[in-house]
């Protein structure tokens, strides 16, 4: 009859006209069942397969399926999907000897491969990797070398020590010379790892080179950036010479006055002063820069 039914009837009829003329009343017997539809809701971490055999890595409200029923009928299921990430991240750490993360293991040597899971308050693990940089503690000692004192390490950086009282200010390189009888020791810093010698004994009247006919007379300052002044030398020329022995300067004191002398020329070190004939030896010169 051109008529569309949404619901089971047993009273609709149809008048269809036969070939020998008379009508035929025709009645419908309909059963409608019912098409079902539903919502399926899911929470997943990073990724969720669904029963259309899809794998969705965002969330979603959109996506349908259809399901055939026992009545035979078609059912249209809609997925309500909510996917939570999956956390990633990289936990860079340097540390001197040995390290102990968060997964309580210590490790002594470098690593870059190791992971921890972590549950985020979503309920979704998280993954850390651990970038780990295990430096070596340097060993230091302070050795009494060429009338004055110097650390074993080289390419540190050096804080010399009165073992008696504070850190020695601007006592800063791999050598020192002490001003006065005492304990002395060495710490050294190398990628962020420390290490402090032992103390060791130092004799102000001890030096590098044999004294003869000591003379007093003043450097100042001392240290100093390889400028200073010397006064209560007497008349005569004199030396400069390094540890070794060497000459690397001469200068002539012609009156009592402060003798101003420049040796900004030279490397950072410790340097004597000496008569011309080398037979007198006196303070030491600490240039620091």
Not at 5 to 15: D, G, L, P, V
Not at 51 to 68: E, F, P, Q, R, W
Not at 164 to 183: E, F, K, R, V
Request: one cysteine or more; proline letters at 3%; aromatic letters at 6%.
């Amino acid at each position: 009859d051109g008529k569309t039914y949404t619901a089971s009837t047993n009273n609709a009829t149809h008048k269809l006209v036969a070939k020998n003329g008379c009508d035929s009343i025709v009645t419908l017997d309909l059963t409608i069942n019912p098409v079902k539809t539903g919502k399926d809701v899911k929470t997943a971490c990073g990724s969720y397969t669904w029963i259309d055999g899809k794998t969705y890595t965002a969330s979603t409200n959109s996506a349908t399926h259809k399901l055939v029923a026992k009545n035979g009928c078609d059912s249209i299921v809609t997925l309500d999907l909510t996917i939570n990430p999956v956390k990633t991240g990289v936990d860079t750490k340097t540390a001197c000897g040995s390290y102990t993360w968060i997964d309580g293991k210590t490790y002594t040597a470098s690593a870059n491969f190791v992971t921890h899971t972590l549950v985020a308050k979503n309920g979704c693990d998280s993954i850390v990797t651990l970038n780990l940089t295990i430096n070596d503690k340097p060993t230091v000692s302070a050795t009494l070398q060429n009338g004055s004192l110097a650390a074993s390490t080289t390419n540190d950086t050096y804080q010399w020590l009165d073992c008696d009282a504070d850190p020695i200010a601007n006592a800063t390189t791999q050598t020192y010379l002490p001003t006065q009888t005492g304990n002395y020791a060495v710490k050294v810093s190398l990628k962020g790892c420390e290490a402090t010698s032992a103390c060791v004994r130092f004799d102000a009247q001890t030096t590098g080179l044999a004294d003869a006919n000591h003379v007093e007379f003043r450097i100042y300052p001392n240290p100093n950036q390889g400028v200073f002044n010397i006064t209560g030398l007497p008349t005569g020329s004199y030396k400069i010479m390094n540890l070794m022995g060497a000459e690397v300067f001469q200068f002539t004191v012609d009156n009592t006055d402060a003798q101003l002398v420049n040796l900004s020329h030279l490397a950072k070190g410790v340097y004597q002063v000496a008569s011309e004939d080398i037979k007198i030896i006196h303070n030491k010169v600490v240039i620091t820069e």
